[in-house]
Structures are given as structure tokens and as C-alpha cells.
Nanobody
């Protein structure tokens, strides 16, 4: 049984930092590219970042580039998202998921194409 779980969210002031974790079990973690996504109330889901199965390639949404950093530890079946210089517009539920079709980040990763095994999400709230 595949389980994916996000953790590390919370309430932080503008300019603060958080590190999210995504742990997975029941799948061969290092077979898959992994992604972070977020969804704010009333808005569509947004692709935040994608990391290839080896961690050698990473991609970011323009809105977070230079502030967020994605990484993974395949020995621990865990992916991370370090979020710095947080802004109120970063407030959202953050989800992680595995790209079940490939080990690299496709050109359509930001739309979640091919991603499955979604976690329950972790809430990030940035106060102004």
C-alpha cells in the first residue's frame, strides 16, 4: 500500500522560512520524479517544484524561483522543500506527489500531468 505524507507546514511571518517534508512508503521512491504543488482557497492548483529521480534536475515555478529549494534523500524515501523569504501569497495547502510515468520532470510537470499518489497536504500560512 502506497502512502505519501507531507509535514512541516505552519504559520510564519513574512520573510520567514519553513522546510516541508514528503515521506513515501510502499513504492520504489527512486524510480520516480517527485513534485510539490500548492492550492490556495478559490484558486487552481499550482505546480511549485519538480525534482528528477536522482535529484540531479530541479525545476521551479517562476513565483518561487530563487526563494525555494527542492531536494530529496532517496535512502530515506523523503523529499524536502526549503522555503525562504516567504510571502503572504505563498499561503496555501502544499501537496507532494510522484510522477508515476517517468523519472524525470516532463515539460508538463507544473500541471501535474502523470502525477499520482497525492498526500493529504500540509498547510502553510504566511502572515503579513
Amino acid at each position: 500500500q502506497v502512502q505519501v505524507a507531507e509535514s512541516g507546514g505552519g504559520l510564519v511571518q513574512t520573510g520567514g522560512s519553513l522546510r516541508l517534508s514528503c515521506s513515501a512508503s510502499g513504492l520504489t521512491f527512486d524510480d520516480y520524479a517527485m513534485g510539490w504543488f500548492r492550492q490556495a482557497p478559490g484558486k487552481e492548483r499550482e505546480g511549485v517544484s519538480c525534482i528528477s529521480r536522482t535529484g540531479g534536475s530541479t525545476y521551479y515555478a517562476d513565483s518561487v524561483k530563487g526563494r525555494f529549494a527542492v531536494s530529496r534523500n532517496n535512502a530515506k524515501n523523503t523529499m524536502y522543500l526549503l522555503m525562504n523569504s516567504l510571502k503572504p501569497e505563498d499561503t496555501a495547502m502544499y501537496y507532494c506527489a510522484a510522477d508515476l510515468t517517468r523519472g524525470y520532470c516532463s515539460g508538463s510537470w507544473r500541471w501535474g500531468t502523470g502525477f499520482g499518489y497525492w498526500g493529504q497536504g500540509t498547510q502553510v500560512t504566511v502572515s503579513s
